[in-house]
């Protein structure tokens, strides 16, 4: 009767063991995936928070085109504006139409950890842009 016992307990450890290999990996690409949809997540609030600075600063009277990405690249912190693009249409008038657009590549906000998958960061942007009208 003992012996019975103890194939029992080790064919049980075997099916645990078996069932951890097999969930493992799906746990931990769900885990990946929840941490670099939150890290992009994070990084679009900056860069729409810098696409909005970046157009109130443009709708002051006499505000030049480098003062602008200026104001852009600072509210982005470091991380963010090593590769970022400002497209600026500004208004020549008061109550014109200004446009700021910012633009962020998402490698540069998060880790590319879902690569192996297919699901890479590489050629894809954060792009964020906001309209005022000029004072």
């Not at 600063?57 to 602008?68: F, K």
């Not at 200004?98 to 998958?117: F, R």
Request: aromatic share 8%; hydrophobic share 50%; glycine share 8%.
């Amino acid at each position: 009767m003992k012996r019975i016992q103890n194939n029992k307990t080790k064919s049980r450890k075997a099916l645990l063991s078996m069932e951890l290999v097999l969930t493992l990996p799906l746990l931990m690409l769900v885990l990946f995936a929840v941490f670099e949809y939150s890290m992009l997540f994070f990084a679009r609030g900056g860069v729409v928070e810098a696409s909005r600075i970046g157009a109130r600063t443009a709708t002051y009277p006499g505000a030049s085109l480098e003062v602008i990405e200026q104001s852009v690249v600072q509210s982005l912190g470091p991380q963010l504006n090593q590769n970022v693009s400002v497209f600026v249409e500004p208004g020549q008038f008061s109550g014109d139409r200004v446009v700021v657009v910012v633009k962020v590549p998402m490698a540069a906000a998060s880790p590319d950890l879902l690569w192996p998958i297919g699901f890479g960061l590489q050629g894809r942007y954060l792009i964020a842009e906001t309209v005022m009208e000029r004072e």
